[in-house]
Each structure stands twice: as structure tokens, then as C-alpha cells.
């Protein structure tokens, strides 16, 4: 009688189970959308992108237009990446250290100029922290303007006077990159080579 006594009890377990199965099948059913309420898929991510003019034209490019300056690229030599420019090497002064930056900004296709020039000179520590501090917070203020691409820019400051060299991607942000650069302390004369 005892193996009788467990049929009943058993097969209620299991009708029951099975009922909860059923249930727990039916909400999450509920809860998953239909086939005509799925929003289309998202796009591919955009493939990377690739430079309009290849790396090396970019290179002959800018150290063409150091020839054609006269000796600004002595001493100095140019990397490309990605349309990316590198500059590094020792500078007589910081006047050729400016002039290479802003010729290597010249060439159409160029992305962003790297600065790692050196300079020879011999100007006071005093005037270099002074130089120093203005690029620096020239650059803050910028990166903290939402209203401006900060990489497009490439600063320099030699003796309190800040030139600002790169490409703006309107007038307006123009304007205000230059207006940022009129309000740092200590600023002389702001010098813009920047192209549109």
C-alpha cells in the first residue's frame, strides 16, 4: 500500500511543476518582444579612417615646404602616421622651431602636428617657465572649451608672444581660441597661423 500512497503524491508534484513550468514559460514569452516590435539592428561601427593623402607625400610635403623656406628644417626631421605629423631634431632658435610647426600645418591632408623640437637657445629659465606657463594654461583653457576640437591646435610661446597654428573648423571657433589666447595672463601678442 505504501508504493500506492506515493503514486498519488508523486504525480500531484510533478502536475504541479509542470504547471510552474508553464507559468514561468508564459511570462518570460510575455515579457519578450515580438518579432515586428524589434527596432532595427545597430549600424557596423565606421571602419577607421584612412588618411586622404598617404603618409609619405605628407612627409615630402612638409619637408618641401621647409626647402622652399630655407633652412628651417636643419637639424630637424618629420614623421608621419595616419596623417599625423611628428616633428623632432634640435632647433638653433625658437623662431625656426615656430616656423617648422607652422609650415608642417601647411599641407593639405595634415591631421595634427606633434611638437618635440628642441631649441638650442640660450634664454633665461625665468623666460622659459614664464613661456611655459602661458602655453599651459592656453591649453587648459581650451581643452575645457566644449566649443573647440583642442587637437587641431598647435601652441607656441616664445618670449610672452603665443602663436597658435593648426586648422579651425570654423570661424567661430577661431574667434574664440584666439580669445582665449588674448586672455592668459603675461600674454604679449598673440600670432595666428591658423588656416580654415
Given at each position: 500500500?505504501?508504493?500506492?500512497r506515493?503514486?498519488?503524491?508523486?504525480?500531484?508534484?510533478?502536475?504541479?511543476?509542470?504547471?510552474?513550468?508553464?507559468?514561468?514559460?508564459?511570462?518570460?514569452?510575455?515579457?519578450?518582444?515580438?518579432?515586428?516590435?524589434?527596432?532595427?539592428?545597430?549600424?557596423?561601427?565606421?571602419?577607421?579612417?584612412?588618411?586622404?593623402?598617404?603618409?609619405?607625400?605628407?612627409?615630402?610635403?612638409?619637408?618641401?615646404?621647409?626647402?622652399?623656406?630655407?633652412?628651417?628644417?636643419?637639424?630637424?626631421?618629420?614623421?608621419?602616421?595616419?596623417?599625423?605629423?611628428?616633428?623632432t631634431?634640435?632647433?638653433?632658435?625658437?623662431?625656426?622651431?615656430?616656423?617648422?610647426?607652422?609650415?608642417?600645418?601647411?599641407?593639405?591632408?595634415?591631421?595634427?602636428?606633434?611638437?618635440?623640437?628642441?631649441?638650442?637657445?640660450?634664454?633665461?629659465?625665468?623666460?622659459?617657465?614664464?613661456?611655459?606657463?602661458?602655453?599651459?594654461?592656453?591649453?587648459?583653457?581650451?581643452?575645457?572649451?566644449?566649443?573647440?576640437?583642442?587637437?587641431?591646435?598647435?601652441?607656441?610661446?616664445?618670449?610672452?608672444?603665443?602663436?597658435?597654428?593648426?586648422?579651425?573648423?570654423?570661424?567661430?571657433?577661431?574667434?574664440?581660441?584666439?580669445?582665449?589666447?588674448?586672455?592668459?595672463p603675461?600674454?604679449?601678442?598673440?600670432?595666428?597661423?591658423?588656416?580654415?
Amino acid at each position: 500500500m505504501s508504493g500506492l500512497r506515493g503514486t498519488p503524491l508523486r504525480a500531484a508534484r510533478l502536475v504541479r511543476n509542470g504547471l510552474m513550468l508553464a507559468a514561468l514559460a508564459a511570462g518570460l514569452a510575455a515579457c519578450a518582444p515580438h518579432r515586428g516590435d524589434l527596432p532595427p539592428p545597430p549600424p557596423p561601427p565606421p571602419a577607421p579612417a584612412v588618411p586622404a593623402v598617404p603618409d609619405t607625400a605628407l612627409r615630402d610635403a612638409v619637408r618641401a615646404q621647409w626647402d622652399a623656406a630655407g633652412e628651417v628644417g636643419r637639424g630637424l626631421d618629420v614623421t608621419v602616421t595616419d596623417g599625423r605629423v611628428f616633428l623632432t631634431g634640435r632647433a638653433r632658435t625658437a623662431d625656426q622651431r615656430v616656423d617648422a610647426v607652422r609650415l608642417a600645418w601647411q599641407p593639405d591632408g595634415v591631421q595634427e602636428v606633434v611638437n618635440e623640437i628642441q631649441i638650442d637657445d640660450a634664454s633665461g629659465l625665468t623666460d622659459a617657465a614664464t613661456d611655459t606657463l602661458i602655453t599651459t594654461r592656453l591649453r587648459s583653457r581650451l581643452l575645457l572649451d566644449l566649443d573647440i576640437k583642442s587637437g587641431n591646435y598647435s601652441i607656441e610661446t616664445v618670449n610672452q608672444t603665443v602663436y597658435v597654428m593648426g586648422r579651425a573648423r570654423s570661424q567661430a571657433e577661431l574667434d574664440r581660441v584666439l580669445a582665449h589666447a588674448r586672455e592668459v595672463p603675461r600674454v604679449r601678442r598673440v600670432v595666428n597661423h591658423v588656416r580654415l
